[in-house]
């Protein structure tokens, strides 16, 4: 059966950090480009990072760019995004998702269920 689950949101203070995780399962996560997403409360859902099958293709949304850092580690079927410097509107629940090949532009064919980030002191 085919699984995204995203772990590691929790509560944070602004400035600090926070590593989330997605553990895919039920397909070879090599194969797929995968990406972070979030949607804050009545808000749309917002695109917030990429990257390819390879590793070597990344992308960023500009609201994240310099605080946000994705990776993936194909050998554990996990991609992370690594946030620095939270702020209160980086508060919303966040995503993963798989797209339908290599690379980025390719549509997203499945979604996890999500994981809360709140950030508040």
């Known amino acids: 059966q085919l699984q995204l689950v995203e772990s590691g949101g929790g509560l944070v203070q602004p400035g600090g950090s926070l590593r989330l995780s997605c553990a895919a399962s039920?397909?070879?996560?090599?194969?797929?480009?995968i990406g972070w997403f979030r949607q804050a409360p009545g808000k749309e859902r917002e695109r917030l990072s990429c990257?390819?099958?390879?590793?070597?293709?990344?992308n960023y949304a500009d609201s994240v760019k310099g605080r946000f850092t994705i990776s993936r580690d194909n050998a554990n079927n996990t991609v992370y995004l690594q946030m620095n410097s939270l702020k209160s509107e980086d508060t919303a629940v966040y995503y993963c998702?798989?797209?339908?090949?290599?690379?980025?532009?390719?549509?997203?064919?499945?979604w996890g269920k999500g994981t809360l980030v709140t950030v508040s002191s």
């Open positions: 990257i390819s099958s390879s590793g070597y293709r990344i």
């Open positions: 039920g397909f070879t996560l090599d194969y797929y480009a």
């Open positions: 998702a798989r797209t339908q090949g290599r690379a980025c532009e390719y549509t997203i064919d499945y």
